[in-house]
Structure formats: C-alpha cells, structure tokens
C-alpha cells in the first residue's frame, strides 16, 4: 500500500491536502488568496514523482501532466499543522478575568498615535476590550471606520449618550441613575458587535463606568449553580424596547447565557431593564431565583472592573461577552457626554488577521 502522507519535524500531512494547498499561481489567486485548483476534478489521488527537503522547504514534483511542482515554507507547514488537531484560535485567545486578575495584569491605555494596532486589537480580542486615549474627536468616525463600517442604529451611525428630559432610555435620563451591567441591543437581533463609547466631557460628580467578564462569570455560574445556569440557558427570555420618537417598538428573543454546539459559552445576553420575564406559570419561581442570583453576580465589586472616562479616551469591547454599567452620577454637577455605536465582530476579526498577515509577510 503507497504511503499517502509526508512527515515533516514529526508533524504529518496528507499528499492530497499539500496538493489542494499548493501555494503556486495557478493553484492559488495571488491577490484574494482563494483556490484556483480543484482536487474534485483528479481521477485519482495525487502521487509525488520527487520530494526534497531541507531546513526551509518543501519541494514536491507531482506525478501529473504535465508534471506540477509545488514548493512549502516549512515555517508555512508548521503553522497550519493540524497533526494532532489544534486547538481553534477562539479557544486559545480568551482570558477570562475578575476584579483580583486585572489588579495583577492591569490593562493597558493605548495611546491611539503610538501604540501598534495589533497590541490593542489583541487586547480586545483576548479580554473582550481594550482602552484607547487621545482619539481626537474630527478623526473619531475615520478611526472607527477603520476597524469596519459603522452601524447604523435608530438611523444614527454615532449617537450621543448625555441626559436628556426627553430621554427614550434611562441611559441618557435626566436623572443619570446607576446601570447595573448589562449588554446592549438587547431587544434586535444582532450577533457579536464591537461596542464603542467614546469620551467627549466628563466632569460630572460620579458616573464611573464598570465593566464585567460575561464569559467568566456564567463560568463560575455553571460551576457553582449548574441547575440555574441550565435555566438560563433553556429559557428564552423577551427583550424590548419602546421608542416613542421614531415609533418602532423592538422585540427579540434568546436566552441569557447561550452555547455553541460543544458546550462553550458564546453569548451573553442581558439587559435588565429591557428584560420582559413574562413566562409560564410553572417556570416563574425557578427563572427568578436564577436571574436574581446571576444579578447578584453581576453586581459584586469582585468581578467589576471600574474606571472613570477622560477626554479623547475610546473604550471598545465585545457586546455578545462583556457587559458594561456605571455608577449614578449628578447631571446639575456637571456634563458627562459620551458618543457610542457599533461595528460588526466579523470585521474587526477580519481586519485584526489582515494586519498579523501583512505583519507575517513582512517578518
């Protein structure tokens, strides 16, 4: 029987996938980097005439007509080594985090003019955010558009968040009261979004933000309550929000902790004053008991991470894993005026994998 893969530094690869990745030309778009050859169309599996090595390639001749040669960067080879299968990139990245981990790995306010983009991108990617400072407001909208298009929500790309009298959400009430930590967008259905708040003035007594590892505490949650985790990931929850200016009123539907198809915590969501806990009788006294322990969560300084916003600083974070909240603050003490919207995730993971391919190619 003919051997049907190649070992290289003890890692094994199959001779069909080295030639269904063949890195030439005429197997590959040099410029959009998308497959040119198709393997479904052999009548046979591929076979190497001649296969040389040395410490910096691979060079296959294959056995076609005419012949094909094929040539690998063994750093190329030991990247995408799947030989045992590799853990996935979402997996590896995520550091879970509490009050006690960030007090001996605080994170980094990255100077927006001299910190490379992939050290903050990284730090978003990892944590679910990452602070930006001197982000100068007429450059605000070029910066944010290039991570991703901007979102229009409400018809707004950037909105104001300030109080109001005629304030549509007690985010931007007059009457500036705390926000226990919650994720926004709730009541549409969206999926990952990079949420960004972006600090115009803050000189009003009060109002610090805090922020909170989703991911982490529905971790601990699983562990520590696994009959109420199961609750909150069983139990569609009806989120809404009335807007009387623009007169839509929004509804949307999914659990507070949802999972991917292994088990792994994907989304949280959670906004507590749009949550409709409308449910049937025979569920009701189980989903408070939940909810209400998951708040207490939610609300222990221990799991907070808490800061106050200076001008020209930019918070990014994940809005399907972080949730953010603030201290109440005086409206009659001063202004505390923040803009905020949304990119989509994807975006922001295609542009950060753009740049370490650029990065690569220039290493």
Not at 165 to 192: C, L, R, W
Not at 278 to 295: H, I, K, R, T
Request: charged content about 25%; hydrophobic content about 35%; some cysteine.
């Amino acid at each position: 029987m003919k051997k049907n893969f190649i070992t290289v530094n003890n890692k094994r690869f199959h001779y069909i996938w080295l030639r269904d990745n063949c890195l030439s030309s005429k197997c590959q778009d040099t410029n959009s980097l998308q497959r040119i050859y198709d393997f479904t169309e052999c009548t046979s599996p591929p076979e190497p005439l001649l296969v040389e090595q040395d410490d910096e390639e691979l060079r296959i001749t294959w056995k076609e007509e005419p012949p094909h040669h094929s040539t690998f960067p063994i750093s190329w080879l030991m990247n995408r080594a799947y030989d045992p299968i590799p853990k996935s990139n979402s997996e590896s990245e995520f550091i879970l985090w509490d009050k006690a981990w960030l007090d001996v790995n605080p994170p980094e306010q990255h100077n927006i003019h001299s910190s490379p983009p992939l050290r903050w991108m990284n730090e978003l990617s990892k944590l679910g955010f990452t602070r930006l400072s001197n982000v100068s407001l007429e450059n605000l909208e070029d910066f944010l558009s290039s991570i991703g298009p901007i979102l229009e929500t409400d018809y707004k790309k950037i909105d104001d968040i300030k109080p109001t009298v005629e304030g549509k959400d007690i985010g931007i009430s007059i009457n500036a009261p705390a926000m226990s930590p919650h994720t926004d967008q709730s009541y549409k259905n969206f999926k990952n979004l990079v949420e960004f708040f972006y600090c115009v003035e803050h000189n009003a007594k009060g109002g610090d933000s805090i922020l909170v590892d989703g991911f982490y505490i529905a971790e601990c949650f699983r562990n520590n309550h696994p009959k109420y985790f199961q609750v909150l990931t069983e139990t569609p929850v009806l989120f809404q929000q009335f807007d009387s200016q623009k007169k839509y009123f929004f509804s949307h539907q999914c659990p507070i902790i949802t999972l991917d198809g292994k088990g792994n915590i994907s989304r949280i969501c959670f906004s507590h004053k749009n949550c409709v806990r409308d449910l049937p009788f025979e569920q009701v006294e189980d989903f408070y008991a939940a909810y209400s322990a998951f708040m207490s969560y939610l609300k222990n300084p221990a799991y907070q991470y808490q800061f106050r916003y200076k001008p020209g600083d930019c918070l990014l974070l994940n809005n399907a894993r972080i949730l953010h909240g603030r201290t109440a603050f005086d409206s009659n003490s001063g202004t505390r005026h923040l803009k905020a919207g949304f990119i989509g995730w994807d975006y922001f993971i295609a542009r950060k994998a753009f740049n370490q391919k650029i990065n690569s190619v220039k290493d």
